[in-house]
């Protein structure tokens, strides 16, 4: 009976075990997924990752490169005013020379002291010609007085004298007298051809003869009394339109003499013109004679003499002087850079013989067209470099090769972003995403000066120190 409980027990246990197991499974899995559910939703409910940058202090500068070469501030060129031997020739090249320095004279200075004679007396003579305007200018009004009167008086005449179709020679009495004497003369005539014979060579010539003329000369006054021909009648027009034009002349010319106190305007404005003519010439005469000492119109270097002591020299360029205490830069830069260049903009100049020196300059002058060159198109101007204690000693030569630098923009100690935190609010304004303490970003709306490919100046709504998300970080 014992044995049968034991074996009883021992089937009991077996069964046991297998159920305990898949409930410690079930459990176990449970609890993994409940974790896992917890984990995923966890996962959903983390804030992004974001890459930030800290507001810092710095320098930001926009700017543009180019090359040229060193030009003088001034280059002058001066020659002779006549031909001639060379006296003394005073300078050669490389030289320092000051303004006023002699530096080369002609020998024979006769032709060119023979001229100022000659222009002193063509000035006398013309002065001499304004002053008699001056001098006759009564005389010259009397006389216009005179000259209009004897032209109105002519006019008049004329108009009296203008005669038309219809217009009578003779009163009608006059007209009449001559008609009777012409029938007079006519019936005198027709009886001596009636009482003789034409074929009676006597009788015709002394009767016949003298009756036609008389008849003749009785009819012509008698026509002659009724009209004017028409030769009188345009001759008459004529006249007068030459009597009228000449009076408007005499009234015109009268009229600005009077205006003029007697003296022709434009005579006078002749006279006045050969008198400023003639003092030009005599001065250019008297600067030729002072030209034959050459002397130097500005301080500088001397970049070539043509010639020496005892040369014949004609009037082409004998000395070039170029001015190296104020020296250029003449550049040039790609096109590209167009918005970047402007006429006031502060430059960085460095030569390659002095590689060690800086030079400060301003972009003084931009050419308004493009020129190519290697197949691009550039853009060219001229910078005046201003020198100072660093390099005013440098030995500065025409046409070093200079490497430019183009200052567009130029912001020291000022707060800098990087340019992947700007966020563009539209309009013109722009924010960034400040990370605050408790790690969440809030937008702030600030105002930006210079801006290149990296950075970005921020004048006011952050403050150094302040972190700024530049974008999300990428998961997988």
């Known amino acids: 009976m014992a044995i049968k409980n034991k074996a009883k027990k021992k089937s009991i246990k ?14 176990a899995g449970a609890v993994y997924y409940f974790w896992k559910q917890a984990q995923t939703v966890s996962a959903q409910t983390t804030e992004p990752e974001y890459n930030t940058a800290t507001v810092r202090t710095g320098t930001l500068e926009i700017s543009a490169d180019g090359s040229g070469s060193l030009a003088p501030g001034q280059e002058v060129s001066l020659s002779f005013p006549v031909a001639g031997k060379l006296k003394v020739v005073n300078v050669a090249v490389g030289d320092l020379v000051e303004e006023g320095q ?28 304004l002053d008699n305007l001056t001098a006759y200018a009564a005389s010259n009004l009397a006389t216009a007085r005179q000259t209009f009167a004897d032209a109105e008086q002519s006019y008049y005449d004329a108009l009296y004298s203008v005669v038309d179709k219809g217009d ?57 009394c009724l009209g004017y021909t028409d030769y009188e009648i345009q001759t008459s027009h004529d006249d007068l339109t030459i009597a009228q034009s000449t009076m408007e002349a005499a009234r015109t010319s009268l ?37 034959a000492v050459m002397t130097a119109p500005i ?16 009037i082409g360029t004998f ?16 096109e590209t850079d167009l918005a970047l260049i402007n006429v006031g903009e502060e430059t960085e100049v460095t ?12 972009v003084i002058s931009m050419s ?24 005013k000693d440098a030995r500065l030569l025409d046409g070093l090769n200079a490497s430019v630098l183009i200052i567009n923009g130029r912001a020291e100690n000022v707060l800098l972003v990087p340019v992947e935190a700007l966020v563009d609010l539209g309009d013109g304004s722009y924010g960034v995403m400040v990370v605050g303490t408790e790690g969440k970003p809030r937008l702030s709306v600030v105002e930006i000066g210079l801006m290149d490919e990296t950075y970005v100046e921020i004048k006011s709504g952050v403050k150094q120190g302040d972190v700024v998300t530049t974008g999300a970080v990428e998961t997988n």
């Open 14 to 27: 077996k069964i046991l075990i297998p159920v305990i197991i898949v409930v410690l499974l079930a459990g």
């Open 102 to 129: 002699v530096l080369a004279e002609l020998a024979d200075t006769s032709t060119l002291q023979t001229s100022i004679i000659e222009a002193e007396l063509t000035l006398k003579l013309a002065q001499q010609t």
């Open 168 to 224: 009578k020679r003779c009163e009608d009495q006059t007209i009449e007298t001559y008609y009777d004497e012409w029938l007079t003369a006519q019936t005198r005539y027709n009886s001596v051809v009636a009482e003789g014979s034409e074929s009676d060579n006597k009788y015709y010539t002394y009767y016949i003869v003298p009756a036609k003329e008389t008849m003749d000369e009785a009819y012509a006054a008698y026509t002659t």
């Open 255 to 291: 009229d600005a003499l009077t205006a003029n106190n007697g003296i022709d305007p434009t005579d006078q404005i002749e006279a006045q013109l050969a008198v400023a003519k003639a003092e030009l010439a005599l001065q250019e005469a008297k600067d030729n004679l002072a030209g």
């Open 299 to 314: 301080a500088g270097t001397v970049l070539m003499v043509n010639g020496s002591t005892g040369d014949t020299v004609d």
């Open 319 to 334: 000395i070039t002087i170029i001015d190296l205490a104020h020296p250029k830069v003449e550049f040039s830069a790609d």
């Open 351 to 362: 030569f390659d013989a002095l590689p060690d020196l800086l030079f400060k300059g301003t």
């Open 368 to 391: 308004p067209s493009l020129y190519s060159t290697g197949g691009y198109q550039v853009l060219s101007g001229v910078i005046q470099l201003e020198l100072d204690d660093s390099n």
